[in-house]
């Protein structure tokens, strides 16, 4: 059985995948910290919720999806532009 690494993958698939897993992780982030701040209240209709794991998940997952993809598309966008130049 032989074990795969990351050195088949080409560059740009690199590229996008390490971006989507910095959105992700962002994702995370801020779905915990909207849950954890006590003036919002979406801890407590999680908490009250009559199925809380099934709503905690569906909560974290479409932040996730959404800072994930926002992420490597900016990303992806960004790739190409010009760097500015350098005041030596």
Do not use: E, H, Q, Y
Not at 49 to 68: Q, R
């Amino acid at each position: 059985m032989t074990s795969r690494s990351l050195d088949g993958i080409p560059p740009l698939v690199r590229f996008i995948i390490a971006n989507a897993l910095v959105g992700v992780l962002a994702g995370c982030v801020v779905a915990a910290a909207l849950i954890a701040s006590p003036g919002i209240g979406v801890g407590r209709l999680l908490a009250t919720s009559s199925n809380p794991w099934l709503a905690g998940v569906l909560f974290f997952s479409g932040f996730m999806v959404t800072f994930g993809s926002l992420s490597a598309g900016a990303a992806i966008m960004l790739s190409g532009r010009p760097k500015p130049p350098r005041d030596d």
